[in-house]
């Protein structure tokens, strides 16, 4: 197999302008578009209610569970158990 050389040759303008434009567009398409930071603070501010909601159903359900005397199971959320921990600490104070 030999090596040829091949003459360059140079390229219209119009085909450089085409490609150009062409660039250009991809420059402006973009996969990902940040949202403005009020929407976005606005979508973090929805999801952390989400996550106090759930956060609170679980405290209540393990304030709950102690009062019922129902036991303490492991792997438990963090929520659960700082409720059962407050509702058994509280009722070994007297329930003041």
């Known amino acids: 197999m030999t090596k040829q050389f091949i003459e ?3 390229i219209k ?3 450089l302008d085409e490609l150009d ?3 250009g567009q991809l420059k402006n398409l973009s996969a990902y578009k940040p949202q403005p930071f009020h929407i976005q603070e606005a979508a973090m501010d929805a999801r952390l209610a989400d996550f106090l909601e759930l ?4 405290y209540i359900k393990g304030w709950t569970d102690c009062e019922e ?3 303490h199971a492991e792997g438990k959320p963090q929520a659960y158990n700082a409720g059962y921990a ?3 600490d509280y ?3 007297g329930g003041i």
Request: charged residues 25%.
């Open 13 to 15: 303008s119009e085909i």
């Open 21 to 23: 434009s062409l660039v």
């Open 8 to 10: 360059p040759q140079l």
């Open 69 to 71: 005397g129902i036991r």
């Open 91 to 93: 009722e070994n104070q």
């Open 55 to 58: 956060a609170e159903q679980d």
């Open 86 to 88: 407050d509702c058994y």
